[in-house]
Nanobody, 124 residues
């Protein structure tokens, strides 16, 4: 079993930046591709960014492309999401998750282990 714990969320003004972290523990030797999702009140959970097991391949939602960067440290068993130029529409709870091998990167159903989430609030 893998446990994921997100941190780094908070309140920031529009145009500001945050860096989210996702620390993995447990059976970390099984970690593969991972991703970040977010969920705003009253909305479905949506894909934000994904990264391969090596970190060499990344994918982003169009809404965050050019502003967010996903990266990982396999030595530290930690996944990151650097968020720049934050906007009020980025307000949501952000979750990290591990992806099943071969599954599509953009669907929440492709991910099995999830963290508890960290709140990001962007004020205008």
């Amino acid at each position: 079993q893998v446990q994921l714990v997100e941190s780094g969320g908070g309140l920031v003004q529009a145009g500001g930046s945050l860096r989210l972290s996702c620390a993995a523990s447990g059976r970390t030797f099984t970690l593969g591709a991972m991703g970040w999702f977010r969920q705003a009140p009253g909305k479905e959970r949506e894909f934000v960014a994904a990264i391969s097991s090596s970190g060499e391949s990344t994918n982003y939602a169009d809404s965050v492309k050019g502003r967010f960067t996903i990266f990982r440290s396999n030595a530290a068993n930690t996944l990151y999401l650097r968020m720049n130029s934050l906007q009020p529409e980025d307000t949501a709870v952000y979750y990290c998750a591990t992806r099943r091998w071969g599954a599509s990167y953009y669907s929440p159903a492709s991910y099995d282990h999830w963290g508890q989430g960290t709140q990001v609030t962007v004020s205008s």
